[in-house]
C-alpha cells in the first residue's frame, strides 16, 4: 500500500490570502483525486488528474499532478470563508476499485 | 433528490448492543463501498460491493458485517457494539473506472456509551 502524506495538516489563513497544499508519496499513483470534506457531510470530488504535469482549474482552485506522478498540490487563490474545510487527496490503484486516502489538511478561512 | 443516502444520521447507543446503518444509492452506480472515519479524520476503507458480491474486506472485527440486497444497497450490520466503534461511518459508491470518482453519503456518526 503507497503511503500519501500530506501538508500541512492543519491551516489558518485570514480571507484573500494564497495557500497551497500538498500531497505526496515516494510512489507513482496512475491516478490522484482530490476531495473536499465540510462539517457534517461527506467529500466531495473536486478533481481528478492523471497525466504527469497535468494542471486543472476549478474556479479559484488550481491542482498540479507533478511530472513524475508522485506528488500533487492543490493551491486557492484568494481564499474565502467558504473554502473552509477538509481537503484530502486519495488515489487508486491501476484496475483497482479502492481509493487509499492521505490523512487530509484542514484549512480554516477567517473572515 | 439524495444521491447517496444513509440512515440514521447519529446512533448513540450502549456497548454490547447491535445495530445497523442502511445505505441506497440512486445513481445507476455498481459499487458501493464503507469507510470509517476516525476522531483524526482519517478515512480508512472497510468493505466493497460489486454487483452485490464483496470485493474487498478490509481487516475489519467479524462483528462487522456488509450486507447488499442488490446493487443500489449495501447495509452495514455491528454486532456486540464497543467503544472503539465510534466513529462516522461512509456509504460511498463508484461507477465503473474511479476517474470519476466516489460519491459519498452525508455519513452516520456513530457513539457508543
Known amino acids: 500500500t503507497q503511503l500519501l502524506e500530506q501538508s500541512p495538516q492543519f491551516l489558518s489563513i485570514q480571507e484573500g490570502e494564497n495557500l497551497t497544499v500538498y500531497c505526496n508519496s515516494s510512489s507513482v499513483f496512475s491516478s490522484l483525486q482530490w476531495y473536499r470534506q465540510e462539517p457534517g457531510e461527506g467529500p466531495v470530488l473536486l478533481v481528478t488528474v492523471v497525466t504527469g504535469g497535468e494542471v486543472k482549474k476549478l474556479k479559484r482552485l488550481t491542482f498540479q499532478f507533478g511530472d513524475a506522478r508522485k506528488d500533487s498540490s492543490l493551491h486557492i487563490t484568494a481564499a474565502q470563508p467558504g473554502d473552509t474545510g477538509l481537503y484530502l487527496c486519495?488515489?487508486?490503484?491501476?484496475?483497482?476499485?479502492?481509493?487509499?486516502f492521505g490523512k487530509g489538511t484542514k484549512l480554516s478561512v477567517i473572515p | 433528490d439524495t444521491a447517496v443516502s444513509q440512515t440514521p444520521k447519529y446512533l448513540v447507543t450502549q456497548m454490547g448492543n447491535d445495530k445497523s446503518i442502511k445505505c441506497e444509492q440512486n445513481l445507476g452506480h455498481d459499487t458501493m463501498y464503507w469507510y470509517k472515519q476516525d476522531s483524526k479524520k482519517f478515512l480508512k476503507i472497510m468493505f466493497s460491493?460489486?454487483?452485490?458480491?464483496?470485493?474487498i474486506n478490509e481487516t475489519v472485527p467479524n462483528r462487522f458485517s456488509p450486507k447488499s440486497p442488490d446493487k443500489a444497497h449495501l447495509n452495514l450490520h455491528i454486532n456486540s457494539l464497543e467503544l472503539g466503534d465510534s466513529a462516522v461511518y461512509f456509504c460511498a459508491s463508484s461507477h465503473g473506472a474511479l476517474d470519476y470518482g466516489y460519491t459519498f453519503g452525508s455519513g452516520t456518526r456513530l457513539t457508543v456509551v
Open positions: 460491493y460489486n454487483n452485490k458480491e464483496l470485493i
Open positions: 486519495a488515489y487508486s490503484g491501476a484496475g483497482s476499485y479502492q481509493l487509499t
